[in-house]
């Protein structure tokens, strides 16, 4: 048995493949935390973003997003200056407007997590590719996705991004045939 071809052999990225890379999560904080981070990695490798995680949970109050919501123009300043994490205006902008963005679906009675499950009929799709060369980077799904975070005031949600988010969260399983993780190989 082998790992998706997109797997180094770092440590923490063998650990994120086999433990978090399509499991399904439901929990409306923790997608709210893998949308943003899926924003920062825009034009950038995910390990990247993965290697500096911690930051950005240490500076984003874990991803409460009540807590981020209530971020000035004056915290943009000092994490522009942290090297802990992507230091890209646009960028942490996005992760403090999509806090706000959040909150208003739940104040309107859409909780995240639902929505976000929605554009699957609440139920993980899983592929059955042999090589991550059959695996999309968009879907009708993403695009759909994408199209209504927009809506709703979110940023740094294209297509792309959303169809990262899709795989990450376990909303598709695209753990290749071959793959340890692909469910049918889980015993």
Same mark, same amino acid.
């Given at each position: 048995m082998q790992r998706c071809g997109w797997v180094t052999q770092d440590p923490l990225y063998l650990a994120y493949h086999d433990n978090e890379w399509g499991i399904p999560e439901t929990d409306g904080q923790k997608l709210f935390e893998m949308i943003c981070l899926e924003g920062q990695q825009a034009g950038l490798s995910w390990i990247t973003v993965l290697k500096k995680r911690e930051n950005y949970r240490r500076c984003f109050h874990r991803f409460n997003p009540a807590a981020v919501a209530q971020m000035q #123009? +004056? !915290?943009? +300043?000092?994490?522009?200056? !942290? #090297?802990? =994490? =992507?230091?890209h205006r646009g960028k942490i902008e996005a992760i403090i407007n999509n806090a706000r963005a959040f909150l208003a679906m739940e104040a309107n009675g859409e909780p995240f997590s639902e929505f976000v499950w929605s554009f699957v009929d609440n139920t993980p799709q899983v592929t059955r590719a042999a090589a991550m060369s059959e695996i999309p980077t968009t879907t009708p799904a993403s695009d759909a996705l994408s199209k209504a975070l927009k809506k709703r005031g979110f940023k740094f949600v294209g297509s792309t991004i959303c169809y990262s988010f899709m795989q990450a969260c376990g909303l598709v399983n695209d753990h290749i045939t071959g793959c340890i993780c692909h469910p049918e190989n889980q015993t």
């Amino acid at each position: 048995m082998q790992r998706c071809g997109w797997v180094t052999q770092d440590p923490l990225y063998l650990a994120y493949h086999d433990n978090e890379w399509g499991i399904p999560e439901t929990d409306g904080q923790k997608l709210f935390e893998m949308i943003c981070l899926e924003g920062q990695q825009a034009g950038l490798s995910w390990i990247t973003v993965l290697k500096k995680r911690e930051n950005y949970r240490r500076c984003f109050h874990r991803f409460n997003p009540a807590a981020v919501a209530q971020m000035q #123009a +004056e !915290d943009v +300043e000092t994490l522009l200056q !942290d #090297a802990g =994490i =992507i230091r890209h205006r646009g960028k942490i902008e996005a992760i403090i407007n999509n806090a706000r963005a959040f909150l208003a679906m739940e104040a309107n009675g859409e909780p995240f997590s639902e929505f976000v499950w929605s554009f699957v009929d609440n139920t993980p799709q899983v592929t059955r590719a042999a090589a991550m060369s059959e695996i999309p980077t968009t879907t009708p799904a993403s695009d759909a996705l994408s199209k209504a975070l927009k809506k709703r005031g979110f940023k740094f949600v294209g297509s792309t991004i959303c169809y990262s988010f899709m795989q990450a969260c376990g909303l598709v399983n695209d753990h290749i045939t071959g793959c340890i993780c692909h469910p049918e190989n889980q015993t």
